[in-house]
C-alpha cells in the first residue's frame, strides 16, 4: 500500500463511488495512521463504518429471510402447518428477493435449487407456488452468466420445456418461456427487446461482440435451442405450448439474432421436426395427429423463413432443398391420402415461409399432378388443402403468374366443387 496521502483519498473515492465500503474503509486507516487528527479523515471513517453496518443489517436480514422462505415454501412448512396462501406469499417474497445479488448468493449457499426442483417436481404443490417458482428462476438466470448457467445445470431446460408441455395456463408458459429467453439472452447478449433491428446487426462492433459471446457460450445455447427443439413436434404436448416454443425459435434463430438456422438443419435434425409441424391440420385428425393452435401454422412458417435466411450460400440452401425433398418423399411413398395432405399442407407452410423452398418443393416430380388429383376428389379437406396451396403461390407477386400458371389446372377443377366454402378459396 502506498503511503502517498492523495493516492490513498484517490483510492478512497474510487472505492466508495464503487459501493466497495470495506476496501474504502481499509484506505482511509491507512490515512488515520498518516494524518490522526485530520477531521475530514475521521468523518471519512465515521461515514463509512455506518455504511458498513447499515449494509450488514441488510445482508444478514436478507439472509435471514431467504432461509425462511425456503422453510416456508418447502416440506418444513408443510410440517409447520402453514396454510396453503401463506405457502404462496412465501414464494412470491421469494421472488423479490432473488431480484438483487444478495438474495441470489443466499439462495444458492443455502441450496435453494434443491429445495425448488424439489417442489417443482411434487405434483400436489398449488399452482401459484409453481409460478412464483418459475419466477425466481428467471430472476436468478438475469443475475450473471455464471447465475444463468447455475440454473441451467441444476434445472435445465429439458426440464422447462416438459413443465410447460402439458400445460394450458398461458401464465405459466409465458413464465416458463421468459426463463428461456432470459438465460439465451444472458449467454449471448441478444436482447429481442432492444436489439432485434436490422440496424442493431449493422454495427460492426454490436455484431463483432455477438458473435464472440455465440462462440463463447456456444454449448449453453445449443442445449437450450436443442431442447426447445427436441420436443417441437411431440405428441403428448399442447398447442399452446407448442406456439411458445415456437416463438422461442422464431425469436433467436434469426441471423440478426443467435443464426443458429444452419445449425438447426446441419446437426439437430430440426428441419424435419419443423416441417412434420406444418404438415399438422386441425380439420385432419388422426391418433397420431399432434395438437396445434390456430397460429401454430403460421408461427412455423416464420421460423422456416428464419432458417432458410440462415442458410447464406447456394450449398447450404440446397442442403436445406435435399432435406426438404426427403421430408416430402417419405410422405409421399405410401398410397394413404392423409400423407398426401399432410405434404401439401407443409408445401403451404413452405411458401407462406421461405418462397423459394416453396417454389423448389413444387417443382418436385409429381407435386402439381398430386394436387389435381386432390382438387378433383370431391372431399372436402384435400379441396381445401390443395387451394390454399395454390393460393399461397399465385398471392406472392414475383411469382404470381408462373404459379398461377402451374396452378390454372387445379384452380379450375375446384370451381367447379358444388361446395360453397371450396368456390370461396379458388
Not at 422453510?71 to 417474497?93: C, D, S, W, Y
Not at 399442407?345 to 402439381?368: E, F, K, R, V, Y
Request: charged content about 25%.
Amino acid at each position: 500500500m502506498s503511503n502517498d496521502a492523495d493516492t490513498l483519498w484517490r483510492r478512497v473515492r474510487e472505492m466508495e463511488a464503487k459501493e466497495n465500503f470495506a476496501e474504502a474503509f481499509k484506505c482511509a486507516l491507512y490515512l488515520q495512521r498518516m494524518q490522526p487528527t485530520n477531521e475530514e479523515v475521521i468523518s471519512t471513517l465515521q461515514r463509512l463504518n455506518a455504511r458498513i453496518q447499515k449494509l450488514n443489517t441488510e445482508q444478514n436480514s436478507t439472509e435471514n429471510r431467504v432461509r425462511s422462505m425456503l422453510k416456508f415454501i418447502g416440506p418444513e412448512g408443510e410440517k409447520m402447518g402453514l396454510t396453503a396462501e401463506k405457502r404462496v406469499q412465501a414464494a412470491n417474497n421469494l421472488v423479490a428477493l432473488v431480484r438483487d445479488d444478495a438474495g441470489r448468493k443466499f439462495f444458492t449457499e443455502q441450496k435453494g435449487f434443491t429445495v425448488l426442483m424439489g417442489l417443482m417436481k411434487d405434483g400436489t404443490i398449488k399452482s401459484e407456488v409453481r409460478l412464483a417458482l418459475v419466477r425466481v428462476l428467471t430472476e436468478l438466470a438475469d443475475g450473471s452468466e455464471d447465475l444463468a448457467r447455475l440454473v441451467l445445470q441444476n434445472v435445465g431446460a429439458a426440464f422447462l420445456v416438459e413443465l410447460m408441455s402439458r400445460s394450458r395456463d398461458e401464465t405459466l408458459l409465458t413464465a416458463a418461456q421468459t426463463v428461456l429467453q432470459t438465460m439465451l439472452s444472458r449467454f449471448s447478449g441478444f436482447s429481442p427487446k432492444q436489439e432485434a433491428s436490422s440496424s442493431a446487426a449493422a454495427d460492426p462492433k454490436k455484431r463483432a461482440e455477438l458473435t464472440a459471446r455465440l462462440k463463447q457460450y456456444e454449448p449453453e445455447i445449443d442445449a437450450i435451442m436443442g431442447a426447445i427443439l427436441e420436443r417441437i413436434n411431440s405428441r403428448v404436448m399442447t398447442g399452446p405450448c407448442r406456439d411458445s416454443l415456437l416463438e422461442l425459435l422464431m425469436v433467436n434463430t434469426d441471423y440478426l439474432a443467435l443464426d443458429w438456422g444452419l445449425k438447426l438443419v446441419e446437426r439437430y435434425d430440426g428441419l424435419f421436426k419443423l416441417l412434420e409441424v406444418a404438415s399438422e391440420l386441425a380439420e385432419l385428425r388422426y391418433e397420431s395427429s399432434m395438437e396445434i393452435t390456430g397460429n401454430t401454422r403460421t408461427h412455423v412458417a416464420l421460423v422456416l423463413e428464419k432458417v432458410y435466411a440462415c442458410c447464406y450460400s447456394e450449398l447450404h440452401r440446397e442442403l436445406f432443398h435435399q432435406k426438404m425433398a426427403a421430408f416430402l418423399a417419405d410422405l409421399l411413398k405410401g398410397a394413404e391420402i392423409e400423407s398426401k395432405v399432410r405434404a401439401t399442407a407443409a408445401i403451404t407452410s413452405l411458401l407462406n415461409g421461405p418462397l423459394d423452398a416453396g417454389n423448389h418443393a413444387l417443382g418436385q416430380a409429381g407435386i402439381i399432378e398430386m394436387m389435381l388429383v386432390m382438387a378433383n376428389s370431391g372431399d372436402l379437406v384435400q379441396q381445401c388443402v390443395a387451394a390454399e396451396a395454390i393460393i399461397a403461390a399465385a398471392s406472392k407477386k414475383d411469382k404470381g403468374k408462373s404459379m398461377a400458371a402451374m396452378g390454372t389446372g387445379i384452380l379450375k377443377a375446384l370451381y367447379k366443387s358444388s361446395n360453397p366454402k371450396i368456390k370461396v378459396i379458388s
